[in-house]
């Protein structure tokens, strides 16, 4: 994950949101790390995954 957030700094754009988009992990594994990187992202998901995420 710390090549995601390299990335996301070197762009000089601000990460607005942290997407799962299924209940897959390698969608979603890594989603604390980044979001302990960059607090001010919000987590986001939808449906069935939102309810798996939110434990």
Do not use: C, N
């Not at 969608?27 to 939102?50: C, D, M, N, Y």
């Amino acid at each position: 994950m710390s090549k995601v957030g390299d990335w996301v700094e070197r762009s000089g754009k601000r990460l607005r949101y942290v997407y799962a988009t299924h209940g897959h992990g390698d969608h979603w594994f890594g989603t604390a790390e980044i979001l302990k990187r960059f607090p001010g992202a919000p987590r986001r998901s939808v449906g069935a995954q939102a309810a798996k995420l939110s434990t």
